[in-house]
């Protein structure tokens, strides 16, 4: 049974992950801002699962959820960074602090994360390392430049980081998707989303399931990869 760590657990990709890899006896470790959801969802996925409430924009305490990993004796061997913000705005509109945010929520927290998940005093050899990043970071439509910009660098970190750990067996992938169906696409109607995805909304599950892959012992070749979900759509 592999140990694995889920950020950004209480909604969307990452909940619908949690639920996918419970049901696949993978033991896990939830982690999100939102304790109420982190409780129902744990009580559904018991025993399985445990739980660790935590903000990702605090960026000086992260070493705390590995801490609690270590006495929960839950020695990783996966995370998945499903944690992430988004927003639209023209370079024009866009304010430093909102840029910021973004970057520290949606790459530098993960930057932090792994430090400590590819530690030996908190991950076993052979670990796998699953970002979720976007194909908003190739495509680069207009008003999306802070959030194209966090999910380019999480790319390109998660690259560099795979070079660096490889001699410890541990790999880090990153996953782009175009439009998935989750609450961050609210608003968004299927006829929009066909217009640029051919095969219209992608579903979590369709995610979950590469992770779950990245994840196995089945791709234990690849890593240093950005794989993208297109779903159709041109980048």
Not at 86 to 99: E, K, M, Q, T
Request: net charge negative.
């Amino acid at each position: 049974m592999k140990n694995i760590l889920i950020t950004g657990a209480s909604s969307g990709i990452g909940e619908t992950t949690a639920k996918y890899l419970g049901n696949q006896g993978y033991r896990l470790m939830l982690v999100a801002r939102n304790k109420e959801k982190l409780e129902m969802l744990c009580a559904e996925l018991n025993p399985c699962a445990n739980f660790f409430q935590y903000d990702l924009s605090d960026l000086d305490n992260i070493e705390t959820i590995f801490q609690y990993c270590k006495d929960q004796e839950f020695l990783l061997d996966g995370l998945v960074h499903c944690a992430g913000i988004a927003g639209n705005f023209p370079v024009r509109s866009l304010d430093w602090h909102f840029v910021s945010n973004m970057m520290n929520v949606n790459c530098t927290s993960f930057v932090e994360m792994a430090k400590f998940a590819t530690s030996r005093q908190y991950a076993n050899k052979n670990a796998s390392i699953v970002a979720l990043s976007s194909l908003a970071s190739v495509t680069c439509y207009p008003g999306t430049a802070a959030y194209s910009m966090s999910k380019d660098s999480l790319n390109v970190f998660c690259k560099v980081l795979a070079k660096e750990v490889v001699r410890r067996g541990i790999r880090v992938n990153t996953i782009m998707p175009g439009y998935v169906r989750t609450p961050m696409m609210a608003g968004m109607d299927d006829a929009a989303v066909e217009e640029q995805q051919p095969l219209g909304y992608i579903e979590p599950v369709e995610v979950a399931c590469l992770i779950e892959y990245l994840l196995s012992d089945k791709s234990r070749c690849i890593t240093g990869t950005a794989i993208p979900i297109s779903a159709g759509m041109n980048f």
